[in-house]
């Protein structure tokens, strides 16, 4: 079901302040709603798959949440996943939940713990950056980093950027060495973040040529 | 819900994606002109022609798109689907 609201300002439109109602500040906004027209989720990347997946995770959380109050504790994986695709549950509530499920194949408990690490980090990033906050987010990164936890997709960049910007104040080579290229892997190489990579790669040689001076 | 039908929805979604990504992100849409002096505010009749112009656009046609909020919710509660709803504007261009 495809609806269009436009905000027109033409006065009595109907529905003049929906925007606002489904949290909506600013222009464009994609949002799936109930029948009811209660927010579901907010669409993720505006991309043809990603409006795919999200779809299927709105249907499987349709279909899991049934058979989990039923008592079926089978389905907790799937539908955790979906919440998290979505984007529809907190971190700490996700986190909790996670712990409760055990029993898990390979490939799922990779998707699973991946989708929670990326919400650790976008957590992690929320509210505005003040400069005590910004050292605080750069040092959880780096504790990330080096426990494993790396997130994907979109945030993979800020991620990485954070953990060298951490490794650069802290004069950390070898940190700095292996999320460059950690970052390297995850953005790919046509990436519109090669200038980036390119000024990183120049730190890199800068804090390697004073540490070799120092020696 | 099946997910089929759905998918024969994406094939119209590059045109809303090319078509949003096209727009300017949301700002305030009052700039003062270099003068300082506030711009010209559309009147209703202005802002009732940058509406219909909108609604025009292709990408509405190129898929099955709804502008009345109620008959969303109705065709959602009688199909049992989600709706997929593209906030937009039509007094800025």
């Known amino acids: ?215 | 819900m099946n997910i089929n039908r759905w998918l024969k929805l994406a094939v119209a979604l590059p045109a809303l994606i090319g078509s949003i990504s096209a727009q300017v992100p949301a700002k305030p849409t009052s700039p003062k002109a270099a003068s300082g002096a506030q711009p010209k505010q559309p009147t209703q009749e202005e802002l009732i022609v940058m509406r219909d112009e909108k609604l025009a656009l292709p990408v509405f046609k190129k898929a099955n798109w709804t502008f009345d909020y109620d008959a969303a919710r109705a065709e959602s509660k009688q199909s049992g689907k989600p709706i997929f709803v593209y906030f937009s504007r039509s007094y800025a261009h």
């Open chain 1, 1 to 215: 079901m495809l609806f269009c609201h436009l905000t027109t300002r033409v006065t009595g439109d109907k529905y003049p302040t929906l925007l606002s109602e489904k949290k909506g500040t600013g222009f464009p906004y994609l949002v799936f709603l109930d029948a009811d027209g209660n927010l579901i989720a907010k669409a993720g990347e505006r991309t043809v798959a990603a409006f795919q997946k999200s779809l299927k995770a709105i249907a499987d959380i349709k279909t899991l949440e049934p058979k989990q109050k039923a008592g079926d504790n089978s389905v907790g994986a799937k539908l955790l996943i979906a919440k998290l695709q979505l984007g529809t549950i907190a971190y700490e509530e996700a986190k909790t939940q996670r712990a409760a499920i055990s029993k898990l194949d390979a490939s799922t408990q990779q998707e699973l713990d991946q989708l929670l690490t990326n919400l650790e980090f976008s957590s992690s990033m929320q509210g505005p950056a003040t400069k005590e906050v910004s050292a605080e987010r750069q040092l959880a990164a780096a504790a990330m980093f080096e426990a494993g936890r790396c997130p994907d997709g979109q945030l993979a960049t800020s991620f990485y950027s954070l953990v060298m910007t951490h490794a650069e104040a802290t004069q950390n080579v070898k940190l700095y060495e292996q999320a460059l290229n950690k970052c390297k892997q995850a953005i790919g190489a046509n990436s519109p973040f090669q200038r980036l990579i390119e000024q990183r790669e120049k730190v890199l040689e800068k804090m390697k040529a004073s540490e070799t001076t120092k020696k």
